[in-house]
């Protein structure tokens, strides 16, 4: 079965009010229980403990970590049998280089006709039924933290003390959260690392299985590097993340729409640190000094107020000793000057995942009340914002904090007539 060629007939999909193709909770992945000692909603305490087990998921149940995701076994197609193919474009399947660049001959830059991210940058689809790409927050003074390509494991050779948990611990100390895009095959071989950071408050995101160039991928490829991600974040910490990075911000209509069907939102960002390409284990040749410019840039503009039309997502990544270095360099100061936040934080987006217990704070919404620890994954449908409507969570915060200076004055007038009454 070609997921080239076949729609589903029993596609669940509808258009909504606003034209957004409605997607609800993936039903195609397997009913994990959520692992012992893990949260099953959004916490406050943060652990600091300096070691993590470094026990990793059962890999049988995997394709071979960083290498490419298998597409024959009855998931995927579970998976591909539920996309409605008629709703995704037939662009062109990219072809990668053997320098990692992708092959641009013979696409229209000019028309743009899929809103291809290497080409142009654009973020807003070609298409009215997908949303447009999350890449900047939109109050002024705002930063999206985010980190790529975690949770950071050990590595084979060097120095391990830069791994997991030390960018975790060190946000913890700092009273910091982020949007984390995890990289499926480190989930799997790193699960202590995932489960951390949940407890720890954080955001988790996907960033693919392999890291590949993701509009060189078949339309079976793209479902695999996707499936096999959702699929580790889901066992390893008991939820289905609605949000997704696509590696080097490749991305096209036709690779949006897949991710989409998948439950998944594009994110990308408006500021780039370019830190992953610094000397380090599987970095490059950038000079640290460089990168140190970039922040101090971000900095004075926004001291000094030119810096005005927007806030941003800033792209920094959890990859090596140097990336991690370098985050923790600036975290302090950059707190200083602005108002550091999750991407979900600064989009007013209080459920990340489909598990409707969990519900983060947001800016509009600072206050949380988790009164469940249940897992529940059917979540409602998702609007053109990417959110799923107003949960019973939001509602009663919202309400009780509407009710409290009502239920005040009215305890404040029983007792000024009965003062009146005694004199």
């Known amino acids: 079965m070609s997921a080239s060629t076949t729609q589903s007939a029993s596609s669940a999909s509808s258009s909504t009010d606003s034209g957004i193709l409605a997607v609800s909770s993936p039903g195609w992945l397997p009913q994990f229980s959520v692992p012992s000692g893990v949260a099953s909603s959004y916490q406050t305490s943060r652990n600091t403990d300096p070691t993590l087990s470094t026990q990793t998921l059962n890999l049988t149940a995997y394709p071979e970590p960083w290498g490419a995701p298998t597409t024959n076994t009855p998931e995927i197609q579970n998976v591909i049998n539920s996309i409605d193919w008629g709703h995704v474009p037939n662009a062109t399947v990219r072809k990668a280089l053997s320098n990692g660049d992708l092959d641009m001959s013979g696409y229209d830059s000019t028309t743009d006709p899929y809103c291809w991210w290497s080409d142009s940058n654009c973020v807003k689809p070609k298409v009215s039924y997908l949303p447009e790409d999350i890449y900047y927050c939109p109050r002024v003074g705002d930063w999206g933290l985010t980190y790529d390509d975690g ?22 100390e700092h009273n910091q959260t982020a949007t984390l895009f995890y990289i499926g095959s480190n989930v799997v071989t790193f ?26 991928q078949s339309n079976e490829l793209v479902v695999a590097e996707l499936y096999w991600s959702l699929r580790a974040v889901k066992e390893a910490t008991g939820v289905t993340p609605k949000c997704w990075r696509p ?58 107020g030119s810096d005005n039309a927007q806030g941003h997502i ?33 989009m007013n987006i209080s459920q990340p995942y489909w598990e409707t217990s969990w519900v983060y704070p947001t800016e509009s919404n600072p206050s949380v009340i988790n009164a469940s620890t249940s897992s529940s994954a059917s979540a409602s449908v998702t609007g053109a914002d990417g959110q799923s409507s107003t949960s019973a969570q939001d509602q009663t915060s919202m309400a009780v904090s509407q009710l409290v200076p009502s239920l005040q004055l009215f305890i404040f007038l029983i007792m000024a007539l009965k003062f009146l009454r005694i004199f």
Not at 153 to 160: A, L, R
Not at 191 to 216: D, E, F, K, Y
Not at 319 to 346: G, I, R, Y
């Open 191 to 216: 699960p202590a690392a995932a489960q951390r950071a949940i407890n720890n408050g954080h955001v988790i995101c996907l960033h693919t299985w392999s890291h590949p160039q993701m509009t060189a």
């Open 314 to 346: 800033v792209l920094e990544h959890e990859l090596n000793n140097s990336t991690v270095s370098m985050a923790e360099k600036w975290l302090p100061e950059l707190q200083q000057t602005f108002n550091v936040v999750t991407v979900q934080e600064c």
């Open 247 to 304: 590696p080097y911000g490749d991305v096209d209509d036709r690779v949006r729409a897949i991710a989409w069907q998948m439950g998944l939102r594009t994110v990308l960002w408006d500021e780039d640190s370019n830190d992953w390409n610094m000397p380090g284990d599987g970095g490059g040749n950038l000079a640290p000094s460089t990168v140190d410019g970039y922040f101090e840039g971000w900095i004075e503009n926004r001291k000094n």
């Open 151 to 172: 949770p950071f494991n050990v590595p084979d050779t060097g120095n391990s003390s830069w791994a997991e948990p030390n960018l975790y611990n060190f946000l913890a």
